[in-house]
């Protein structure tokens, strides 16, 4: 090696300092962070500064490579919450197979048709850009709220289609390498056999890491990351010597068992991927943009130009008209996915390792191929993820701004108020750290953010910049009113309700309207004994209608009111939508409140709320029957 050369490790070190100020300034600036990793990789590389220089790490670039695609789709299999996936299923399917066939050949054809290749190099390059990128598609689902089930289809083809494009071409490349007949049916065969084994082996893999995550201190507190990282590196290795290439697949699905079936593991585990993931997408861009030169690039002139526009313009929107037929998705929804077809981080990757292979036989195609990949990645991530807000502001697609409810606390209660405010088809988002109310929560159809709710980065997960309001349901109001407080301060969120314990809190009523909260239910209660008694099967709900009881309205009696608490007033249908009950709520004539009532004491709750003017709807049986049915499906 020349003195001036720079050393394997100085190269690594430089590279991923560059990405760590590269996606500094990418939130920052509020860019997409791979526009920015791609040109510090440029300035750093060979035609720039010359001071990260790739193949100064030899093989080592590829390995590290690999793995760190392995990685970061084991992440990605941890967040994919197949609850979600359920009502989109067969798009996800469709686009993930169909649609993957439809990428291959008409991507083949335009490479084929504008740059002149052999067909087989076409056809890699046809593999190689399958994938969409779940790389590219998460920060944008992120700076960009779409209607939930867009958001889905986006992201289930983004983390899904990238094993299969892997395998692809993996196929193609022994094909364009050797052509021939024989060669054909082996890939064809390889095809289905790394597929195969693949998914078996990360169903075993996840179930097994699953069994040892739920093993009582098989895992001590604290080394669950470690375990699940090493875990996942292991099934990719042991895949890769099995059968090349099928350790792509392994771990994304392994990842997607341990989210499933652990979940309050899951999330604590994919804060440290998540961190993980960030490092090694940066690392990746920056040394594989240093590893393409400009002037390949350039010298791809108007048929390359055309080639990405072929496949963005015409390839991309067929893929999605052909792969949803019959989906839920209407046609804005449909356009904006023809749109978004952004690729990222593993199509690099595959790119640079199948360009290496390639440039054996044939080192121009193989030069060709990779600048082609790499300005794909560049124009369909500037142009389509630049331009995503506006497109879908202009078609209409993006969520509503403020529409769910993030409620602390779990517990039984709490499900309850949950299952009256979803009625408004509104998002409820449940925050605890006890497995066992969250594994609750998730089986009665909730989204659940395990972890304290005191932290940043479980707030965040929760996603309070889309919440409308925040309720603190806890038996400690200190906690409550601080989850109050930091919504309102940290998050903007504009509603916030504060359960408070009936004695021996310092929070009180005053103090809680003070922080511009309202105080939940009909007033102070012993949260912790209505939990107790909604899980118990103790009470049953009643739906009242308020009327005007007039001046000549009896007192409600001290002792049935303070001591043995027989009601509490959960919700509030106003003005056609069910809201959580306020201590300081005026109600008019005609209003509706629901009602949980204590069974043992019902003739006591009864005639306290006839005192306050509320009495029960003819058709609550007929109601509460429905009720109950509801919550025996979900339960089931």
């Not at 071409?169 to 289905?192: F, I």
């Not at 290496?356 to 990779?370: I, N």
């Not at 309070?464 to 998050?491: K, Y």
Request: proline letters at 5%; charged letters at 20%.
């Amino acid at each position: 090696m020349e003195a001036h050369t720079p050393h394997a490790s100085f190269t690594f070190a430089i590279a991923l300092g560059a990405a760590v100020a590269a996606q500094l300034a990418a939130r920052h600036l509020r860019v997409p962070s791979i526009v920015v990793l791609l040109g510090v990789g440029v300035a750093l590389g060979p035609d720039g500064l010359g001071v990260v220089m790739p193949r100064e790490l030899g093989d080592g670039l590829f390995a590290l490579v690999s793995l760190a695609v392995a990685i970061i789709l084991f992440e990605g299999g941890l967040n994919l919450d197949l609850s979600r996936l359920r009502h989109e299923a067969s798009s996800i399917r469709r686009l993930v197979t169909v649609g993957a066939v439809v990428t291959f050949i008409g991507a083949g054809l335009a490479a084929w048709f504008w740059m002149g290749w052999p067909p087989g190099v076409a056809a890699l390059f046809g593999s190689l850009v399958v994938v969409t990128g779940p790389t590219v598609i998460k920060p944008l689902l992120r700076n960009v709220p779409l209607r939930p089930r867009l958001a889905t289809v986006l992201e289930g083809e983004g983390l899904l289609i990238d094993p299969v494009g892997a395998i692809l071409a993996a196929v193609v490349l022994q094909y364009t390498v050797s052509p021939g007949v024989d060669a054909a049916a082996t890939g064809a065969l390889g095809l289905l056999q790394r597929g195969g084994f693949g998914l078996i082996a990360g169903l075993v893999g996840g179930f097994f890491l699953v069994g040892l995550l739920r093993v009582p201190r098989a895992v001590p507190e604290g080394l669950e990351n470690l375990v699940a990282l090493a875990g996942a590196l292991v099934l990719f290795a042991s895949c890769e010597a099995v059968l090349g290439e099928s350790g792509i697949l392994a771990v994304t699905v392994a990842g997607v068992v341990v989210g499933n079936f652990e979940r309050h593991v899951a999330q604590e585990l994919g804060e440290f991927q998540e961190h993980l993931t960030v490092g090694l997408i940066g690392v990746l861009f920056v040394l594989l943009a240093a590893d393409v030169r400009l002037s390949e690039v350039f010298s791809l002139g108007l048929p390359g130009l055309m080639t990405v526009v072929t496949l963005a313009l015409v390839v991309r929107p067929i893929n999605v008209w052909i792969s949803t037929p019959k989906s839920d998705l209407n046609f804005r929804e449909k356009v904006f996915l023809s749109w978004m077809g952004p690729r990222g981080v593993v199509a690099a990757a595959i790119a640079s390792i199948s360009a290496a292979f390639l440039a054996q036989s044939q080192p121009e195609e193989a030069a060709e191929m990779r600048a082609l990949v790499f300005l794909t990645i560049a124009m369909t991530v500037v142009i389509q993820g630049g331009t995503a807000p506006l497109v879908a502001r202009a078609l209409g697609v993006r969520a509503p701004g403020r529409h769910s409810w993030v409620i602390l606390g779990a517990e039984s209660l709490s499900l309850l108020l949950g299952d009256w405010l979803r009625r408004n088809d509104t998002r409820v988002v449940f925050v605890d750290s006890n497995p066992t109310h969250c594994r609750d929560a998730e089986q009665a159809g909730f989204a659940v953010v395990f972890g304290d709710a005191l932290s940043e980065r479980t707030l965040a997960r929760a996603r309070l910049e889309r919440a409308r309001g925040v309720i603190g349901l806890t038996p400690n109001s200190e906690v409550n009113h601080h989850f109050a407080g930091e919504a309102r301060d940290q998050w903007g969120v504009r509603e916030s309700y504060v359960a408070v314990d009936r004695a021996g809190s310092r929070v009180t009523e005053r103090i809680v309207e003070k922080q511009d909260s309202r105080v939940l239910f009909d007033g102070p209660k012993d949260v912790e004994r209505w939990h107790v008694r909604v899980r118990h099967g103790a009470t049953h709900v009643q739906k009242l209608r308020y009327a005007d009881p007039g001046a000549d309205a009896p007192e409600p009696v001290p002792s049935v009111e303070g001591r043995t608490d027989p009601f509490l007033i959960l919700a509030l249908a106003r003005k056609g939508a069910w809201l959580p009950m306020s201590a300081n709520a005026s109600l008019t004539d005609g209003d509706e409140v629901v009602a949980v009532i204590h069974s043992a004491e019902e003739p006591m709750a009864l005639e306290a709320l006839a005192s306050r003017g509320l009495f029960p709807v003819e058709d609550a049986e007929d109601d509460d029957e429905a009720i109950d049915g509801e919550a025996d499906a979900r339960g089931a």
